[in-house]
């Protein structure tokens, strides 16, 4: 079994975040914004409740949630280190009228929504029910925050990492059993639970045979066999962070033929890519590495999905990995590298890990091995 990293303990410090956030309200012709985005609203100050509103302005922000989270998010936002961020409890009238209070109180007069994350619906009630105050769009400002990870969030997205290395060490047997896809996906799931996962990070791939030519298959009751390729493409979630990882195996020795010179083609794409993440490149640079590589083993159609993506308190964040992004990388930002070719009624195979940008190039935060075959 793969050995586990030291599980990080404590509370994330938050202190500081929305300090940093105030300096891009005014960019965004702003006086104060509305974070609605619970991951967004987790990042600025450790609240993890299911409902919940964060006004940030110039001088104060305030934080609106329902009774459910009356004591949790005190103690979330005195934990965090953010005890000069306001609670306001109560119900949806109350709320409403908290936001208004709060919204005088600062004499806003053009109010910011995630329209990322806002709907055309809500967009229209906040409207209604900010008074004087304009509402207008922003896009991105806590997403890019969160961009660059500090100590704590890397700790806690390399224990999830090595979760998902140490399940998969333990599940690994399986595929050469006959065992079904659905009974290999159910036994990495809950042996990163067992390992310490408080849950997976996304919903768990295992695809074999024709269905490792699908990039997002959901596991089926077809028994795993001699001669399949076999993508697993899952993660660990710990205190929030995930990890991400792929790894294609062949079922019974090496491939042969045209899935031989895919699995070569997609394993050199990988480290090639891998090779090319470091801080000043942008995204799209590391994506034009691995699509080249693939054009130049004859594959170029069969890859149809960006290269990878960041990875966070969300599975799919900034930065992006994909044709034509502009983001430049920088150093503590997390994203994955995941090349694919996949070949309708064939077979596929995709290779990814999750690298922390550095200065100088990237280290990897998924650990278990690349080279390995049933």
């Known amino acids: 079994m793969s050995a586990l990293a030291e599980a990080p303990t404590g509370t994330i410090s938050a202190a500081g975040r929305v300090d940093r956030l105030r300096p891009l309200l005014e960019a965004a012709g702003v006086d104060a914004l509305l974070v609605t985005e619970l991951a967004n609203v987790r990042y600025l100050c450790g609240f993890t409740g299911s409902a919940g509103m964060l006004l940030v302005h110039g001088d104060a922000a305030v934080l609106l949630t329902d009774g459910r989270y009356r004591t949790q998010a005190g103690e979330q936002l005195a934990a965090a280190g953010v005890a000069g961020i306001e609670l306001s409890v109560g119900n949806a009238a109350a709320q409403r009228q908290g936001l208004l209070g709060a919204l005088e109180h600062a004499a806003t007069t053009r109010l910011g929504l995630e329209a990322d994350h806002v709907t055309w619906a809500a967009a229209r009630r906040f409207g209604e029910l900010t008074g004087s105050a304009e509402v207008l769009p922003t896009s991105g400002l806590v997403e890019g925050l969160r961009q660059v990870k500090d100590d704590q969030e890397l700790a806690r997205m390399a224990y999830a990492a090595s979760v998902a290395d140490a399940a998969l060490a333990e599940v690994r047997p399986m595929l050469d059993e006959q065992r079904t896809e659905h009974e290999v996906a159910l036994a990495l799931d809950t042996a990163m639970r067992r390992l310490g996962a408080e849950d997976r990070a996304f919903e768990?791939?295992?695809?074999?045979?024709?269905?490792?030519?699908?990039?997002?298959?959901?596991?089926?009751?077809?028994?795993?066999?001699?001669?399949?390729?076999?993508?697993?493409?899952?993660?660990?979630?710990?205190?929030?962070?995930?990890?991400?990882?792929?790894?294609?195996?062949?079922?019974?020795?090496?491939?042969?033929?045209?899935?031989?010179?895919?699995?070569?083609?997609?394993?050199?794409?990988?480290?090639?890519?891998?090779?090319?993440?470091?801080?000043?490149?942008?995204?799209?640079?590391?994506?034009?590495?691995?699509?080249?590589?693939?054009?130049?083993?004859?594959?170029?159609?069969?890859?149809?999905?960006?290269?990878?993506?960041?990875?966070?308190?969300?599975?799919?964040?900034?930065?992006?990995?994909?044709?034509?992004?502009?983001?430049?990388?920088?150093?503590?930002?997390?994203?994955?590298?995941?090349?694919?070719?996949?070949?309708?009624?064939?077979?596929?195979?995709?290779?990814?890990?999750?690298?922390?940008?550095?200065?100088?190039?990237?280290?990897?935060?998924?650990?278990?091995?690349?080279?390995?075959?049933?």
Do not use: W
């Open 204 to 374: 768990t791939i295992v695809a074999s045979g024709p269905n490792a030519a699908k990039p997002h298959a959901r596991p089926t009751l077809r028994q795993i066999r001699a001669g399949d390729p076999v993508v697993v493409d899952f993660g660990a979630t710990y205190d929030g962070y995930r990890s991400d990882m792929t790894r294609t195996f062949f079922v019974g020795g090496p491939p042969t033929g045209v899935m031989a010179r895919v699995r070569d083609a997609v394993a050199g794409a990988q480290a090639a890519g891998v090779a090319a993440v470091r801080a000043g490149v942008t995204g799209g640079d590391v994506d034009h590495v691995c699509r080249q590589a693939i054009a130049a083993a004859g594959f170029a159609d069969a890859f149809e999905h960006g290269t990878g993506h960041g990875v966070g308190l969300d599975i799919h964040e900034a930065p992006a990995v994909a044709p034509g992004a502009t983001a430049i990388l920088r150093a503590g930002a997390v994203v994955t590298v995941e090349p694919g070719v996949y070949l309708a009624g064939v077979g596929g195979v995709r290779v990814e890990d999750t690298v922390v940008v550095t200065e100088d190039g990237c280290r990897p935060l998924t650990l278990f091995p690349k080279d390995r075959v049933l």
